[in-house]
């Protein structure tokens, strides 16, 4: 059966807007970190990646901040679009080829 | 880029039965693959490393002989889900590391429900 389960935070943003996603996570020792953004019913999508040596990387529209003091990592989307409405999951990967995945936030875009 | 195949897509069983989800990594050699189960609005859950030639490692609290996993060839890694029972119905998602890139790709996913 269905398991009850925390349900996700979710972001709302107007179309056009930028969005923020925020993500803490939980190894000091992580060296890197993924974002993936899941649409229902599919396998996650690799979105950005960022090294614990850097701070900040852009892609297309997409900026990642890594702030090791903290241990939080952001993904700004810019000038949000409809098709960006997903669920998006910050992944991080310490010590061993695993990928540890955060709680995950839905963004939702209205027009 | 780098594709992984995950097959079926979904499937039914009825309970008692095992079902055997298959991860391909399409255009790359991998050493290494993961599977992940995802609960309806949750996060994913690592469940296991799945390792090319020796055992799968098992994450805490996942049973090793209720979820056997197979890492054959460097592109194939199979997950079985045997005596299955409704309450393992849930998305089941696979992994491949693709260390040309130090990357990580993903299949579609396997929705199994368990009747």
């Known amino acids: 059966g269905e398991s009850v389960g925390l349900h996700l935070p979710t972001l709302s943003v107007q179309e056009g807007d930028n969005s923020i996603i925020n993500c803490a996570y939980s190894?000091?020792?992580?060296?890197?970190f993924i974002w993936y953004k899941q649409e229902s019913g599919k396998g996650p999508q690799f979105i950005i990646d960022?090294?614990?040596?850097?701070d900040k990387r852009q892609g297309q529209r997409v900026t990642v901040l890594l702030n090791k003091t903290v241990k939080h990592l952001s993904l700004q989307i810019a000038a949000t679009q409809p098709g960006d409405s997903a669920v998006y999951f910050c992944?991080?990967?310490?010590?061993?080829?695993?990928?540890?995945f955060g709680t995950g936030t839905r963004l939702q875009v209205f027009p | 880029g780098a594709v992984v195949s995950q097959h079926p897509s979904w499937v039914i069983c009825k309970s008692g039965t095992s079902v055997k989800i298959e991860c391909r990594s399409l255009?790359?050699?991998?050493?290494?693959m993961f599977w992940y189960r995802q609960f309806p609005k949750q996060s994913l859950m690592l469940m296991a490393t799945?390792?090319?030639?020796?055992?799968?490692?098992?994450e805490q609290g996942v049973e090793k002989d209720k979820f056997l996993i197979n890492h054959a060839s460097l592109t194939l890694s199979t997950l079985t889900v045997t005596s299955a029972h409704p309450e393992d119905s849930s998305f089941y998602i696979c992994?491949?590391?693709?260390?040309?890139?130090?990357?990580?790709?993903f299949g579609s996913g396997t929705r199994l429900t368990v009747v």
């Open positions: 992994s491949a590391r693709d260390t040309r890139v130090d990357g990580y790709t």
């Open positions: 190894n000091s020792a992580s060296d890197y």
């Open positions: 960022i090294r614990s040596n850097m």
């Open positions: 992944a991080e990967r310490a010590n061993t080829d695993k990928l540890i």
């Open positions: 255009d790359f050699q991998a050493t290494t």
């Open positions: 799945s390792n090319e030639g020796s055992k799968a490692t098992y």
